[in-house]
């Protein structure tokens, strides 16, 4: 079994759709960033590439590639999933913590589990979706932000021997 952690943090912004955990939530800000700027994915894509030795998002998506511009990070999941099956990899489970001031994630969060999973290929069980405040303090208090806390476990189908 391996352990992945992931941390991602977008400034909000007028003029862009909030995009998170794959779905578009109705708010008056969005995310900025080169891509859709989806926190839960990034901090996803970031804790399974963690977990296998493999680098961080950065390293396989850099920002500064112009093919990334706008893209929807459900299309970088996919690809994240791709080097996970390549590593002969399964995803036991998810656990993600997102720091919103506002909008209230709760109505949000069973389909955001429902995309991931099918993004994933994995049962809606093995996800677990939390939302909290930063009781108004700091950056993401004032609403100027929203950042995203992933800690994941994958495994092998093959057993390790033991000598």
Do not use: Q, W
């Amino acid at each position: 079994m391996l352990v992945g952690f992931g941390y991602d943090v977008h400034r909000l912004t007028y003029g862009r759709k909030l995009v998170l955990g794959g779905i578009t939530i109705p708010f008056e800000k969005g995310l900025d960033g080169h891509s859709d700027a989806d926190v839960i994915i990034h901090s996803l894509i970031d804790a399974l590439l963690g977990a296998m030795g493999e680098g961080d998002i950065g390293k396989h998506f850099p920002d500064n590639d112009m093919k990334y511009k706008d893209i929807s990070s459900i299309i970088l999941l996919e690809e994240t999933v791709k080097i996970l099956k390549r590593n002969k990899m399964n995803i036991n489970n998810i656990d993600f913590s997102v720091v919103i001031e506002s909008p209230r994630l709760s109505p949000y969060i069973p389909e955001m589990k429902i995309v991931l999973s099918k993004a994933l290929n994995t049962s809606l069980d093995r996800i677990n979706i939390k939302a909290t405040t930063n009781e108004k303090m700091g950056f993401i208090g004032r609403n100027e932000g929203v950042a995203a806390y992933c800690i994941l476990s994958i495994s092998s189908g093959i057993k390790d021997k033991i000598n």
